[in-house]
Nanobody
Framework: QLQASGGGLVHTGGSLRLSCVAS????????MGWYRQAPGKQRELVAT???????NYADSVLGRFTISRDNAKKTMFLQMNSLKPEDTAVYYC??????????????????WGQGTLVTVSS
């Protein structure tokens, strides 16, 4: 399971830091990422980070947002600076995980968090 938090209401130019914590019988977490969905729009990629720390950003957030992760704590972060009204959206975290089920089998799956709302006022 993934639990996202840190959303809120900020003014233009403000900052927020989102967190995403993974829990459960997780053996390994591979790629992780943040996505967002604005009202009336499709979900879009914001940023991704590999297990080794390689990052990728959407052009719209490059230079303003920073994705990071703490593998020991199974946590991912998104530092968002210089926020704009167009950043307003529900932000979702995603992780590609390897878990072990009750039968002792390894299961690879893509998990999604529940979303956290970010609102940037003009």
């Amino acid at each position: 399971q993934l639990q996202a938090s840190g959303g809120g209401l900020v003014h233009t130019g403000g900052s927020l830091r989102l967190s995403c914590v993974a829990s459960g019988n997780i053996i390994r977490i591979d790629d992780m990422g943040w996505y967002r969905q604005a009202p009336g729009k499709q979900r879009e990629l914001v940023a991704t980070i590999s297990s080794g720390g390689s990052t990728n950003y959407a052009d719209s957030v490059l230079g303003r947002f920073t994705i990071s992760r703490d593998n020991a704590k199974k946590t991912m972060f998104l530092q968002m600076n210089s926020l704009k009204p167009e950043d307003t959206a529900v932000y979702y975290c995603r992780a590609d995980t390897l878990t072990i089920n009750h039968s002792g089998e390894y299961v690879a799956e893509r998990a999604w968090g529940q979303g956290t709302l970010v609102t940037v006022s003009s």
